[in-house]
């Protein structure tokens, strides 16, 4: 029930009606002007102490597919049809970012290829990037927009082991000032690199497609409806967004991210 707030009356007394309007509009909007301040303080350190959970196993890919198909029949179907989606952790920093940056709009096979000669031409930190010149990050597959990206990233002196203790909200806000990172790239690290279990990429269009067919929509949903859909399934929205992956490499039998 809403807590009791003393409505104040004007030179005009109000009605009765209108007071518990006012009483049911505080209590929408959060208001926290007639909560005790021990009360906010002490809320306020919960949400400090909460961390969130991390997927370090297939197990708690199980589990968070499990609770999904409890809640969601569609989720259940693709469960049934599938099994739970495999963990995806990567070791996160800057190579991974690199691939991530270099997955945009390729194929899968593609990106991997790209990343693999990176890789054995030794472009994995930021100082090999910098000393790299535009024909030798050209001649391994990079476009000229991708390889100034890159160099855009390797100039930015991310502190990666800081990112782990910071929220989703500031983790994407320090890698979306990078030139050439996105949201769907930002989030897409928190999921995989961080492991974060309560994380979604809706601007995915694998995700947006796998959706449309999963749960039978008209159109593919876009970003923000996807977003606002994604909301349902915390607290294991990675897990969805595995199982949708999962769902749509098994309807179009392809990958929906490397």
């Known amino acids: 029930?809403?807590?009791?707030?003393?409505?104040?009356?004007?030179?005009?007394?109000?009605?009765?009606?209108?007071?518990?309007?006012?009483?049911?509009?505080?209590?929408?909007?959060?208001?926290?002007?007639?909560?005790?301040?021990?009360?906010?303080?002490?809320?306020?350190?919960?949400?400090t102490m909460k961390q969130p959970r991390i997927l370090t196993s297939d197990a708690c890919m199980a589990e968070g597919a499990a609770w999904l198909a409890a809640n969601e029949p569609r989720f259940a179907y693709a469960l049934d049809l599938?099994?739970?989606?495999?963990?995806?952790r990567r070791a996160g920093g800057f190579d991974d970012l690199v691939g991530a940056i270099?997955?945009?709009?390729?194929?899968?096979?593609?990106?991997?290829?790209?990343?693999?000669?990176?890789?054995?031409?030794?472009?994995?930190?930021?100082?090999?990037?910098?000393?790299?010149?535009?024909?030798?990050l050209r001649g391994l597959g990079l476009s000229r927009q991708k390889a100034r990206y890159i160099r855009a990233l390797a100039q930015a002196g991310i502190d990666f082991d800081a990112l782990p203790a910071l929220s989703e909200a500031e983790i994407v806000a320090i890698l979306t000032a990078v030139s050439g990172i996105g949201r769907w790239t930002a989030?897409?690290?928190?999921?995989?690199?961080?492991?974060?279990?309560?994380?979604?990429?809706?601007?995915?269009?694998?995700?947006?497609?796998?959706?449309?067919?999963?749960?039978?929509l008209p159109v593919r949903p876009r970003e923000a409806p996807m977003r606002k859909m994604?909301?349902?399934?915390?607290?294991?929205?990675?897990?969805?967004?595995?199982?949708?992956?999962?769902?749509?490499?098994?309807?179009?039998?392809?990958?929906?991210i490397v």
């Open 187 to 216: 989030e897409v690290y928190v999921m995989f690199s961080l492991g974060r279990a309560d994380v979604f990429a809706p601007n995915d269009l694998a995700l947006q497609e796998s959706a449309r067919l999963l749960f039978g």
């Open 82 to 88: 599938c099994g739970p989606p495999p963990l995806r």
């Open 102 to 136: 270099v997955s945009q709009q390729v194929s899968v096979a593609s990106a991997r290829a790209i990343k693999n000669r990176l890789e054995v031409a030794g472009y994995t930190h930021p100082a090999a990037i910098l000393g790299a010149g535009d024909d030798e």
């Open 1 to 47: 029930m809403p807590r009791r707030v003393r409505v104040a009356q004007p030179k005009s007394a109000i009605t009765a009606i209108e007071a518990t309007f006012v009483l049911v509009v505080l209590s929408l909007s959060n208001n926290t002007a007639a909560i005790p301040l021990a009360a906010r303080r002490e809320h306020r350190q919960d949400v």
């Open 230 to 256: 994604s909301e349902a399934w915390t607290p294991w929205r990675t897990v969805a967004a595995g199982l949708l992956w999962h769902y749509y490499h098994h309807a179009k039998s392809r990958e929906g």
